[in-house]
């Protein structure tokens, strides 16, 4: 137990912003913005994709889990508060090569926790792969089908949250 936890913090604690660079250009951060927001013309969801190099050493020692800072950074993000309260997050830790798929109460409700799941796995493998950007393309793509089957856009289709990737800085 003690020596999995100096591993990982060790992980995390080589694990930086450069690891994230290399992972995500830029060029690769503005497609996934641009297919996140053309995807949200099709249906009345929300997605926010965010990208944590690693976690500070407190968060390790305490035993952080990704699927515990993932819930943090989705409230921070506020990607509870949509009018529909059909939010999605996709969480990156990357030291941890852990993804995590968050949705508010009425995508949860709406699509079917295996189908959250099917999409966690394909972006961690692609992770595993060293494809972080194609990876997370192909998982806004599948969120953004289910999405659009569960809540075709109407009329009223606002754009609630930012469609650009955040870079979490382990302060935040």
Known sequence: MMRERLARMLRHLFCDQRTTRRAF???????IEARVAAGENRHA????????????LGRI?????????????????????????????IYLLLADHAVEILADRAASRAI???????????LVAACRRGEFA?????????????????????????????NR??????RF
């Open 61 to 89: 020692w305490s035993g952080m889990q990704p699927r515990q800072r993932a819930v943090e950074i989705f409230t921070a993000l506020r990607v509870w508060d949509t009018e529909a309260n059909n939010g999605v997050l």
């Open 25 to 31: 250009s830029r060029e690769s951060l503005a497609r």
């Open 134 to 162: 194609e990876g997370t393309l192909m998982a806004v793509d599948r969120i953004e089908e289910m999405l659009a089957r569960a809540f075709p856009a109407g009329d009223h289709n606002p754009d609630e949250l930012p």
């Open 112 to 122: 079917d926790e295996a189908q959250w799941r099917e999409v966690s796995d394909g």
């Open 165 to 170: 990737p955040v870079l979490i800085d382990r």
């Open 45 to 56: 969801g929300e997605i926010r994709v965010a990208i944590e190099d690693s976690l500070s």
